[in-house]
């Protein structure tokens, strides 16, 4: 198995019984079997870390209000740093998922657009001058629906895979001029980052906390 997409698209039950299994046979409960158990695993030094799965799209949420207004005053300014949108629906855009590589592979600065202010003027082309990074949260959907079918809020976390550390480039000089009228392209979409390793949501269960009143 070179990626985990098959696993994941059979849905919770499969992936928390296979939770469940792999804790039993490494408890303490089972500890006659460790030497058996200990000649099937790979010692970490050999580890070589790859993609967890195979992505086939790639959709970019703007989900903290804080990065939403700071990238908004780079843009409009600080008096309409939030689009009316922002607190109603969940903004978001399609991203390159070809481009996105596993954690440690060398970033290149991408070549685009220009202008003197950002967002009129002369324009030229340029190799990136900013280049920004973002830590953000990914999400990887395992069971998927039919086209057509969506799936109801309430059932939304039952498609949730598991979360992985992404952290999506951005060239914010590019991204300046071609942010209008249609979003991000360029700017956006030539490098992603993410983390081999996959967290469960059984494995984050115990340290939920409530949010502050």
């Not at 939030?82 to 481009?99: C, D, E, M």
């Not at 996105?100 to 970033?107: A, K, M, Q, W």
Request: charged fraction near 20%.
């Amino acid at each position: 198995m070179s990626n985990l997409n098959e696993f994941a698209a059979l849905g919770k039950e499969f992936r928390i019984e296979a939770r469940e299994t792999i804790q039993k046979l490494f408890g303490k409960a089972n500890e006659g079997n460790k030497d058996a158990l200990m000649a099937a695993v790979c010692p970490i030094g050999d580890a070589q870390m790859v993609m967890p799965v195979f992505i086939r799209d790639y959709t970019d949420f703007y989900s903290s209000k804080n990065h939403a207004y700071n990238v908004g005053c780079m843009f409009r300014g600080p008096d309409n740093a939030l689009q009316p949108n922002w607190t109603h629906l969940p903004v978001g855009y399609h991203g390159r998922a070809s481009s996105i590589v596993i954690d440690g592979t060398p970033v290149r600065r991408p070549k685009g657009q220009t202008t003197p202010d950002g967002t009129k003027g002369e324009w030229a082309a340029n190799g990136c001058r900013l280049l920004d990074f973002e830590l953000e949260m990914g999400t990887i959907i395992g069971k998927g629906n039919a086209l057509g079918h969506p799936i109801k809020v309430n059932d939304a976390a039952d498609h949730i895979f598991g979360f992985t550390m992404l952290n999506d480039w951005s060239a914010r000089d590019i991204q300046k001029w071609e942010y209008v009228p249609l979003g991000p392209f360029l700017a956006k979409n030539f490098q992603s980052t993410i983390s081999p390793w996959v967290i469960t949501p059984e494995a984050l269960a115990p340290f939920k906390t409530a949010l502050p009143a």
